[in-house]
């Protein structure tokens, strides 16, 4: 369904790749928890950047958002869409990137792991966490409590499982 959506919209080749390789990604960050919800995991990651059908800024994240709310997704699809950019956009941020101004940080466990297997994969390859932190000491401007928060996420989805 979430498939066949994207291409419904339009969305490009290489963001549908993308979207599939995030949901590999995030199944296997689940698999860390019994209590993660597969299903709106799947969901989510398939339809995390679909609003990139029609813009490639920041704000793709809320026009995905309109985009599955005219499908008749719920809210907790909703929330994984709107708040998978990056380690999550505080308000204060938000204010700073021209975005309604409200928290887009990740509050569930599912929003968390779909926004870090995000943040784990760049176009349709699996990164280490330091290629991002490189990566955002390269794009942002002020990356210090961004890399904070990326870190403090892949502590609690993945380190923490580790031998």
Known sequence: MEKELL???HTPENVISHCEA??????????NFENADTDLIRKGALLHDIG?????DITHAIVGVEIA???GYDQDVLNIIERHIGAGITEEESKKLGLPEKSYVPQTLEEKIVAH?????????EVSVEYVIEKWKRRIEDPDDNIERLIEMDNELIKSFEE
């Open 69 to 71: 709310k005219k499908y």
């Open 52 to 56: 990139r059908s029609k813009t490639h």
């Open 117 to 125: 297997a995000d943040n784990l994969v760049s176009g349709s390859e």
């Open 7 to 9: 291409k419904k919209e």
């Open 22 to 31: 995030v949901y590999k990604k995030a199944m296997k960050i689940a698999s």
